[in-house]
Nanobody
Framework: QVELVESGGGLVQAGGSLRLSCATA????????IAWFRQAPGKEREGVSC????????YYADSVKGRFTISINNAKNTVYLQMNSLKPEDTAVYYC???????????????????WGQGTQVTVSS
């Protein structure tokens, strides 16, 4: 069982930055792919970014490429999502999730993500 806790959400003006954290306690992200998903009001949840702790490969949705950066700390117990140049359309609840299959799905599918955090709200004002 992997427990995930997100933090770092908040209210920011367009063009601003936030850094989200996804932490696990009592274990590490070794042998997992860790992804960030988001769900805006009235919309389906979508994949934002993913990192494989196995090979370090990363993936980004087209909508966030060049603005968001995903990373993992050396202890492999925290994954970060640095979000720059935020836009109002980035407003959503952001969730992190862990997939024990090691590798990211470049299509951003939720399939295989067995463990989820509670979510953190990101609101970008115009």
């Amino acid at each position: 069982q992997v427990e995930l806790v997100e933090s770092g959400g908040g209210l920011v003006q367009a063009g601003g930055s936030l850094r989200l954290s996804c932490a696990t306690a009592g274990t590490t992200f070794d042998y997992y792919a860790i992804a960030w998903f988001r769900q805006a009001p009235g919309k389906e949840r979508e994949g934002v970014s993913c990192i494989s702790s196995h090979d370090g490969n990363t993936y980004y949705a087209d909508s966030v490429k060049g603005r968001f950066t995903i990373s993992i700390n050396n202890a492999k117990n925290t994954v970060y999502l640095q979000m720059n140049s935020l836009k109002p359309e980035d407003t959503a609840v952001y969730y992190c999730a862990a997939d024990p299959s090691l590798f990211c799905d470049p299509d951003g599918s939720e399939v295989g993500y067995d463990f989820w955090g509670q979510g953190t709200q990101v609101t970008v004002s115009s």
